[in-house]
């Protein structure tokens, strides 16, 4: 959630500062981040090496949760490239730097936060070699006895965690009370045994009413009995009366009533043995059409209201019997239920159905196919016709516009499109080279993103060069693209073949033109792949002689001289004189041509020494007086220029990986380079913060020499410090 706040007040927060430079609070947050990242282990240098009270264990802690925080924030921050994907390369090289065990451990806990957040960002095709050197250094440090259990096993989970394709497991326990059938699902709530039987009509159990407890003592006399449906709407629920339910729900009698019943029973029985009838028998039952006016709600004269007091009450004659006044049947009149008609769902206004994704590719492959269409109806007119083809292209174009396709669905039609076009059979190479002109044509008029990713997904095929040639025509990738699709620096087969076809398609010049807009090192890419990447200048002048691109390098002619010139006569001097006389000053000025003369220098110097196989300290003496040897030398050709120094560093990262990275020889190159002031501090720091696949062993490189650079940026802000 910060971070997309950090995302949007860099997009809509005042600019301070000038035109072209980045926003201010962009600015200001990635100087604050550096800072945090920088002084993270401050915190705990307070509480090192003595015993910690609680308050100051709390206080620990909470500084240890402050300082993951801010890593995991700064991953977040390179997630929504706000910081580039150097700086978080720069800051896993940092934690990942060969320390002692008992100051490693915070650092390794910063990294597994740091690699869990943004990871998945960071191993992509660009950064998979760097990722994959990363993760051997940390599956090495997950088996180290030196470190604790805990960090152990969390490094072997980020290990994990990438193998899974950057997917968490699925958390196994849960925080918190569960319910027993949660742990146990055979479990089931305890049954009461005691609880009592419930009635049929109801779930619950059935309590008496207060008016049994009063009405238990009465008795009707004749006459007294109501009505079913008057008893019902008196003392009744609302149900109809059942046998079980007048059994249960029966008025509890108070003690002795059944007593005194059964002693009148008695005498009644008597009174029948003699022919007469019990008093308590001359009851005239009422149907259920019995009047009202014959019920009575006086109690008989037998009954408990009357037996405590018989005795000291005279007896008095029966009051008249309370009669009833038939009740006023009125009729409940319910408000009538408005019923309203649905609406017609033909009255509704019909939404604009979108495409799906079969029409979508349609639509694209239709317009393509039309466009190529009159791209050779066009051909045919001449010149003539050259505006309407761009008229009808506009058209389709606007068309595919006006459908509003959702990103995620352009995308797919886009992929359709080109594997149709890659796939389609056409009359003659003519026609189809027609429609891959058109299909460029119309994906450059209607992408929304890069399609680079789009076109590397393409099938190898024999016509894909071609395919991609008219891409790179177009606009839609460039050839450093291509280039960078190479594995572990290794040139991409495809990149010689598309370069050919581009040739043919545009003609040496403009392909020449188009090579030289994506600075591309064409000399290092292909001697990246000849040979292991240890191929010389007269190597990858043959390979690309071979396929007709030998102007597209016109230094690479003059290189392999240079390479029979340093073997015939290595002096400096001699060297020097020999490039000033036959090497043009726009090809001294080049990128590859430092490159390889730096390259060729430290193998001659290396194998001059005889540190290629001992590394004793007599030949360590003699490779530095070679190397001071050819400083004056490399000093004139690079001063001033920041590119060409930084190509320096990079041959001597080439010379140190040709070799398989001896122990020491990279950073003895690094400090030749910069005691004898050949390259200056800001190559280093830029060849460290470059991202590229394109010179092969680049982390092992970190590895080697990141404490030195660590102190080489320290000594510079000191400097800078001093100045101010």
Not at 86 to 92: A, D, E, F, T
Not at 434 to 461: H, Q, Y
């Amino acid at each position: 959630m910060y971070a997309q706040l950090c995302k949007r007040l860099s997009e809509e927060a005042p600019n301070l500062e000038p035109p072209g430079q980045p926003c201010t609070f962009r600015l200001l947050l990635l100087n604050k981040c550096r800072t945090e990242f920088e002084n993270r282990a401050q915190a705990f240098a307070a509480f090192e090496e003595r015993a910690l009270a609680p308050e100051e264990e709390e206080r620990r802690h909470l500084a240890k949760c402050k300082m993951l925080g801010n890593i995991k924030f700064i991953g977040e921050l390179g997630k929504l490239e706000i910081l580039a994907e150097s700086i978080l390369h720069r800051c896993i090289q940092n934690l990942l730097a060969r320390r002692a065990a008992a100051d490693h451990h915070e650092d390794l806990e910063c990294l597994a936060q740091l690699v869990r957040t943004c990871g998945r960002v960071l191993d992509s095709e660009r950064g998979r070699g760097l990722m994959d050197q990363y993760f051997a250094r940390i599956e090495t440090l997950s088996h180290s006895q030196e470190l604790q259990p805990r960090i152990r096993f969390m490094l072997r989970d980020v290990v994990e965690l990438r193998r899974g394709g950057w997917v968490p497991r699925a958390a196994s326990s849960h925080e918190g009370p569960v319910p027993i059938q949660q742990l146990r699902p055979d479990a089931s709530p305890p049954r009461r045994q005691d609880r009592e039987p419930r009635d049929s009509l109801f779930r619950g159990g059935m309590r008496s009413r207060p008016l049994d407890d009063v009405l238990a003592g009465l008795a009707l006399q004749p006459g007294n009995y109501l009505p079913p449906p008057l008893y019902n709407k008196l003392f009744g629920n609302g149900f109809p009366p059942r046998d079980g339910f007048r059994q249960r729900s029966a008025p509890s009698a108070p003690q002795g009533y059944y007593h005194h019943n059964r002693q009148h029973y008695k005498q009644g029985r008597d009174q029948q043995g003699n022919g007469k009838e019990a008093p308590r028998l001359h009851k005239a039952r009422l149907t259920a059409g019995g009047a009202l006016e014959d019920v009575q709600m006086r109690p008989a004269a037998y009954s408990l209201m009357f037996t405590a007091s018989a005795n000291r009450l005279p007896k008095q004659p029966a009051p008249p019997p309370l009669l009833l006044p038939p009740a006023p049947q009125t009729l409940i009149k319910e408000p009538a239920i408005t019923i309203k008609p649905a609406p017609d769902k033909k009255d509704k206004p019909k939404k604009d159905k979108s495409l799906n994704k079969e029409e979508a590719c349609r639509l694209l492959i239709d317009a393509a196919t039309a466009a190529g269409a009159a791209g050779a109806a066009v051909g045919e007119a001449g010149e003539a016709g050259a505006g309407d083809d761009d008229a009808a292209l506009q058209q389709h174009v606007q068309k595919i516009r006006d459908a509003a396709l959702p990103d995620k669905l352009l995308r797919r039609a886009i992929q359709a499109l080109l594997e149709h076009t890659l796939a389609h059979e056409a009359e003659s190479d003519a026609a189809w080279a027609r429609l891959c002109s058109a299909t460029m044509a119309l994906v450059r008029g209607v992408k929304r993103s890069s399609v680079g990713e789009t076109l590397r997904a393409l099938p190898a095929t024999d016509r894909l060069a071609a395919l991609l040639a008219h891409a790179v025509r177009h606009k839609l990738v460039t050839l450093a693209e291509l280039g960078a699709w190479g594995e572990a620096g290794a040139p991409y087969p495809l990149l010689l073949d598309v370069l050919q076809r581009l040739q043919e398609l545009v003609g040496a010049g403009q392909a020449a033109e188009l090579y030289a807009e994506s600075k591309l090192n064409l000399a290092a890419v292909v001697a990246g792949g000849l040979a292991g990447g240890g191929a010389d200048a007269v190597g990858v002048l043959a390979a690309l002689e071979a396929r007709g691109l030998a102007h597209l390098v016109p230094a690479l002619q003059v290189q392999a001289q240079l390479a029979r010139q340093l073997q015939a006569e290595p002096a400096p001097a001699m060297l020097y004189r020999w490039i000033k006389g036959n090497v043009e000053p726009n090809v001294r000025q080049n990128a590859a041509f430092v490159s390889t003369l730096v390259a060729l220098i430290a193998g001659h110097v290396t194998a001059a020494a005889g540190c290629e196989a001992a590394q004793d300290k007599a030949a360590l003496e003699r490779e530095k007086a070679l190397a001071e040897a050819y400083a004056p030398l490399l000093t004139a050709l690079l001063q001033g220029r920041a590119d060409l120094q930084l190509a320096a560093v990079y041959a001597v990262q080439l010379h140190a990986h040709h070799h398989r990275y001896p122990k020491g020889m990279l950073l003895r190159w690094f400090m030749y380079l910069y005691n004898l002031e050949v390259c200056e501090e800001d190559a280093f720091l830029r060849w460290r913060e470059d991202v590229t696949d394109a010179y092969p062993g680049k982390g092992e490189a970190l590895f080697q020499v990141n404490t030195w650079l660590t102190w080489l940026q320290q000594q510079e802000s000191e400097e800078e410090e001093a100045e101010d």
